[in-house]
T-cell receptor, first 113, second 110 residues
């Protein structure tokens, strides 16, 4: 089944403790992206990647890192999480920048205390 | 830059028709997407318009006017399961940057 898989689905952590949210897609898509979703602010893009080793900042990249060492994986790294990074995170992939849009993973609900 | 506006909330009756509007401002146009998102779930793709006019797909249709920077999503024969948030999105470039509006929360009442 074609899908985007994120892990974990739920995560509660403490301020400053490094964490990684994994994302994997099995559709051989070139484009991958991370979004966060907050009430009243909608979906905001954090980082996106056009191919292996090619990444670029979205609208809210501060406090986040990404890497794209393999085509299928696009992990999101929070080196020192803070409470304002409490949010619902979505990973997404696409086989083109436009036209087909993004297919989204099921989401990761992160709480930083 | 990019700017997308949608109404925050709408309410409609089961079996009726509802139109959700989206206006956008972009520095270059590469099409417009509509997504549906049920509470707590992932957005799912509904439609993509790159040329002017109406595209129909079952109960859902999407319209685009590039000269007016305007699109709408038309939902016919509304069902309770259509209660969801509807998101308008435009690509910023061909490189994968996709910007979303804040979404329109649609409530379908019996």
């Amino acid at each position: 089944e074609a899908q985007v898989t994120q892990n974990p689905r739920y995560l509660i952590t403490v301020t400053g403790k490094k964490l990684t949210v994994t994302c994997s897609q099995n559709m051989n898509h070139e484009y991958m992206s991370w979004y966060r979703q907050d009430p009243g602010l909608g979906l905001r893009q954090i980082y996106y990647s056009m191919n292996v080793e090619v990444t670029d900042k979205g609208d809210v990249p501060e406090g986040y890192k990404v890497s794209r060492k393999e085509k299928r994986n696009f992990p999101l790294i929070l080196e020192s999480p803070s409470p304002n990074q409490t949010s619902l995170y979505f990973c997404a992939s696409s086989d083109s920048g436009g036209g087909y849009g993004y297919t989204f993973g099921s989401g990761t609900r992160l709480t930083v205390v | 830059g990019q700017n997308i506006d949608q109404p925050t909330e709408m309410t409609a009756t089961e079996g009726a028709i509802v139109q959700i509007n989206c206006t956008y401002q972009t520095s270059g146009f590469n099409g417009l997407f509509w997504y549906q998102q049920h509470a707590g779930e992932a957005p799912t793709f509904l439609s993509y318009n790159v040329l002017d006019g109406l595209e129909e797909k079952g109960r859902f249709s999407s319209f685009l006017s590039r000269s007016k920077g305007y699109s709408y999503l038309l939902l016919k024969e509304l069902q309770m399961k259509d209660s969801a948030s509807y998101l308008c999105a435009v690509p910023y470039n061909q490189g994968g940057k996709l910007i979303f509006g804040q979404g329109t929360e649609l409530s379908v009442k019996p």
